[in-house]
C-alpha cells in the first residue's frame, strides 16, 4: 500500500527504475535509500517498502527486520567512513514525509560540536553547493552494497 502524497511512497511506486541512491540495499520489508540535501556522504535512510504513519503500525517481521538493518547499516558506515558513531533518528513529522523512516548518519569524530547530537540536522539545510551529488550518493549507495554483500536477506 502506498500513500499517493508521500514522498517515500512515490519512490516505492517506481520502485525498478530507482537509481542506486535510491535504492542502496532493500529487503520484502525494508528499502535504503541516501539522503538528499545533505552535506554528509553515507547519510542513509531506512524506509519501509509500505506506508506506515508511527512505529507502533509496524508488523513484527517489519520490526523484527528494523533492529537488524540498523546495526547492519551502522557497522557498514563505521567501515567505510571511520566515522566514531552512528546516530539513528526517527520523526517522521515533515509534511510530505509523515511516511515512517529512519535517519542512518556517520558522525565523523572531528564533527563540530553544534552539529552533535540533534544538531545533526543542520546538515541537511546547508547551501546547495555543499550537498552530495546524485553522483557522489550513487559512489556511496555502490559502496554501502558492497559491504553488505553476502549478509542474509539484502539484496
Not at 520502485?15 to 525494508?30: A, G, I, K, M, S
Not at 542512518?104 to 546547495?128: C, K, N, T, Y
Amino acid at each position: 500500500m502506498t500513500t499517493p502524497d508521500c514522498y517515500a511512497c512515490s519512490k516505492e511506486a517506481k520502485f525498478d527504475d530507482l537509481p542506486p541512491r535510491e535504492c542502496v540495499v532493500h529487503d520484502q520489508h525494508w528499502r535504503v535509500a541516501h539522503a538528499f540535501n545533505t552535506a554528509v556522504p553515507g547519510w542513509l535512510v531506512l524506509l519501509p517498502r509500505r506506508h506506515v504513519a508511527a512505529v507502533h503500525d509496524l508488523t513484527n517481521a517489519e520490526a523484527a527486520a528494523l533492529g537488524m538493518w540498523q546495526v547492519k547499516l551502522s557497522r557498514a558506515l563505521q567501515s567505510m567512513t571511520g566515522c566514531a558513531k552512528t546516530y539513528v533518528v526517527q520523526f517522521a513529522e515533515a509534511e510530505g514525509f509523515a511516511h515512517v523512516h529512519f535517519h542512518i548518519v556517520p558522525r565523523m569524530a572531528d564533527l563540530q560540536p553544534e552539529h552533535r547530537g540533534p544538531g545533526v540536522f543542520e546538515l541537511l539545510r546547508r547551501p546547495e553547493q555543499e550537498h552530495v551529488s546524485a553522483d557522489r550518493a550513487d559512489q556511496v549507495a555502490q559502496s554501502v552494497r558492497a559491504q553488505l554483500q553476502g549478509h542474509p536477506n539484502t539484496q
